[in-house]
């Protein structure tokens, strides 16, 4: 727990509500959520020596009592930059969200807020093309571009899927898309959703005369 500790604009500063365990301070539980989501280990290792753990260690600079709850507080902590991969929001909450939530140290924990210093978010590049792309690749202008998500998103087999697209494609929609929660589970592999993908996509496109997406 380090009070005196000054932020940094280039800091990635973390509220966590905590619950301590019955005898553990405050002050102690705060440093150990900003520990076990930084550098910290369950014990010490002579491998510490080999690097500036001062440098790269998250710190809990504040501690606040949440009005009108008993023994919850709200932790602050802050990360150095160097700590985390740019452009990776997996890596940056693989620490924050993933890596904190089961010590012994807290009953509860919950990330309340997060401060994302425009040093880091500007090492996220954004999606690859923007509308303008889009309506190049698809030949549409003056116009919204329609589209849809196939339905129901989970359950359908490869080829009904494709069936569902085709549909979709032939009676006038520029794009069709896989609702978020589709990957490669058993009922319908990935190579399988696009091996028909494809084939509505090109049939539609040859029947209608015009460009379509997926």
């Known amino acids: 727990y380090t009070p005196e500790y000054k932020t940094k604009d280039t800091d990635i500063l973390a509220a966590f509500r905590m619950t301590p ?12 959520v ?24 998250g710190r809990c600079y504040d501690i606040e009592p949440v009005a009108g709850e008993e023994n919850q507080y709200i932790a602050y902590v802050a990360y150095p930059l160097d700590l985390f991969e740019e452009g990776s929001v997996t ?5 924050i969200v993933g890596n904190v939530f089961g010590f012994k140290a807290l009953r509860a924990l919950r990330l309340e807020d997060l ?5 880091y978010s500007k090492t996220f590049i954004g999606p690859p093309h923007g509308i303008q792309v889009e309506r190049d690749k698809l030949n549409k202008y003056g116009r919204p571009l329609l589209g849809c ?4 998103k989970l359950g359908l087999s490869a080829k009904n899927y494709g069936r569902a697209v085709y549909e979709c494609l032939r009676g006038g929609l520029d794009f069709t898309k896989d609702d978020e929660n589709v990957n490669s589970q058993p009922f319908m592999r990935w190579r399988d959703r696009f091996l028909f993908v494809a084939e509505a996509l090109f049939k539609s496109q040859a029947e209608t005369g015009e460009i379509r997406g997926h």
């Open 21 to 32: 365990q019955p005898g553990v301070p405050a002050e102690e539980a705060g440093a150990a």
């Open 34 to 57: 900003a520990a076990e989501s930084s550098t910290g280990t369950w014990t010490t290792v002579w491998t510490d020596g080999l690097t500036s753990l001062d440098r790269y260690k």
């Open 91 to 95: 890596n940056l909450f693989t620490s």
């Open 115 to 119: 401060r994302i210093p425009p040093a």
């Open 149 to 152: 998500t196939i339905k129901p």
